[in-house]
Structure formats: C-alpha cells, structure tokens
C-alpha cells in the first residue's frame, strides 16, 4: 500500500509562512500527481494546490499568490506546500493526497495522509 508522512505543520502568525512536506513512501509503481488539502472545523475538505508528475499545478484561487507547490525530485515522491503571507483563515487541518500506481496494469487509486495542523493567530 501507500503511506503518506505529513511534516511541517504548527503554529504561525498572520503574515508568517509555514513550509509542509509529504513523502509518500510503499509499493508505489508511479505516482500521477500530489496535492494538498485542507479542511477547517465545521466545513468541507478542499482542495489548496496539485502538481502532476510533470509539474504543472492547480491552486485554489483563495491561496494563488500566496502558497505555493513543489516537488523534489531529488527525493522521490516527496512534495512541499510553500505557504507565506499567512492568514487566520487559513487554519485548518492540512491534508496529502497522492494518485498513484501500484501496479502497470491497476487503475490509479487516491492515498490520504492523517493531516497536519496549521493554526494562524491574528
């Protein structure tokens, strides 16, 4: 299977930055894209940014400009959310999800991490 590690997470002030990281790490044929998610109390998961295995990215229009996605390919299945210019309401639970491959022959399937917290102050 696929295990996601988020890192990163913590408290920061309106105006800081916070980097987080996930490394995705198992019997993992190729991964098609990584992406994080968020989901503050009270609401939906949504989407903050995706970068594909050839980098193009998708960023919701609440954080362009802001946060920014990225991945090492020094180090295999790794990517990182950039997040400056923080603010109160970007505290939430930061989710890592990649679609990856198993197998050649499997269908792509969605892997979660647990999620890291990201709590801005005012």
């Known amino acids: 299977q696929v295990r996601l590690v988020e890192s990163g997470g913590g408290l920061a002030q309106a105006g800081g930055s916070l980097r987080l990281a996930c490394v995705a790490s198992?019997?993992?044929?190729?991964?098609?894209?990584m992406g994080w998610y968020r989901q503050a109390p009270g609401k939906q998961r949504e989407l903050v940014a995706t970068i594909t295995s050839a980098g193009s990215t998708i960023y919701a229009d609440s954080v362009k400009g802001r946060f920014a996605i990225s991945r090492d390919d020094r180090v295999a299945n790794t990517a990182y959310l950039q997040m400056n210019s923080l603010r109160p309401e970007d505290t939430a639970v930061y989710y890592c999800?990649?679609?990856?491959?198993?197998?050649?022959?499997?269908?792509?399937?969605?892997?979660w991490g647990q999620g890291t917290q990201v709590t801005v102050s005012s």
């Open positions: 999800k990649t679609e990856a491959k198993l197998s050649a022959l499997r269908p792509a399937g969605n892997y």
């Open positions: 198992g019997s993992i044929f190729r991964i098609n894209a």
